[in-house]
């Protein structure tokens, strides 16, 4: 149980045994003098998915960014496996584990499906094995692995980003706005491949606007709002906050 939680403000989220494989505990960070967020507190438990959810400018993204090293929090505590990693450099969180498909994908658009899936063996993946896995996945990105990533659709494009993340042999995935830009279906698909690798072993933290689409399969959900957690817990009592608290449910 982190420190934040000890008032019993997140009594839902407690599984007394089971070591948080991602934390964050009264975490602020801002850009520039303006703080976004004011003391986020979150639990990412082993092997499970971990919705966040609620409306624009929230800090969602930022808190993912906080997560991936990619923006330094400025008070609190990031820990990993129970580790303070407070000013973990993006390439360090890579290496414990802490991979990210940040909004927008962050595919290289003028590079090939193939050319893409290069840059997962940045960390030691053998590039025919990280192919295999991806087209064995996702067999369209087979078909297209001599096409320019640009120049496919969203959906194939949000496939590629999940299969060079995974390349990466990732233990916390974090996606932000895996729906953005997708058709309800392909969505659903996308969600279903998440749930798959949770099942798998994979711990993994969603930013979402649209909670629809991942409260279905998220073992939790936390509420953002303004730069803090407002409430966290099982995912049904979570989207009764969202339907009475804002429209985005
Ligand atoms: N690069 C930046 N420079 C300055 N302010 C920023 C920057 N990025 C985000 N912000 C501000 O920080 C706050 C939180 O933004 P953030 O992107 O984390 O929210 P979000 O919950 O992901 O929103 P959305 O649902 O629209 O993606 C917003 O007020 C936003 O304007
Ligand atoms: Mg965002």
């Known amino acids: 149980m982190s420190e934040a939680n000890r008032g019993g403000t997140l009594p839902q989220t407690e599984q007394p045994g089971e070591d948080p494989l991602l934390e964050l505990a009264g975490i602020r960070a801002g850009y520039g ?31 993912m960014r906080v997560c991936a090293g990619l923006h330094p929090p400025t008070g609190g505590e990031l820990r990993f496996a129970g580790r303070t990693v407070n000013g973990v450099s993006a390439q360090d969180a890579a290496r414990l584990g802490v ?52 120049s496919m659709s969203g959906g194939e494009q949000q496939m590629l ?19 953005m830009g997708l058709a309800p279906m392909i969505v659903t698909r996308m969600y279903e491949t998440v749930a798959e690798l949770v099942e798998g072993g994979l711990s993994v933290l969603v930013a979402e606007q649209f909670a629809r689409a991942v409260l279905p399969i998220a073992d939790t959900a936390a509420l953002m709002l303004h730069g803090r957690v407002v409430a966290a817990g099982p995912p049904a009592a979570i989207e009764d906050r969202l339907s009475s608290d804002y429209l985005g449910g």
């Open 99 to 150: 991979c990210s498909i940040p909004e927008g994908r962050g595919i290289f658009p003028n590079l090939t499906v193939r050319e893409n899936l290069w840059a997962a063996t940045g960390t030691g993946a053998r590039l025919e094995d990280v192919e295999d896995r991806a087209y064995a996945r996702f067999p369209v990105l087979g078909e297209r692995r001599h096409q320019l990533a640009g």
């Open 161 to 179: 980003a999940l299969s060079r993340a995974l390349g990466t042999d990732p233990a916390v995935l974090l996606l932000d706005e895996l729906s």
């Open 33 to 63: 003098a303006i703080e976004v967020l004011h003391g986020v507190d979150l639990v990412l438990r082993p092997g499970s998915l971990l919705a966040l959810l609620g409306p624009n400018g929230g800090g969602k993204s930022t808190t």
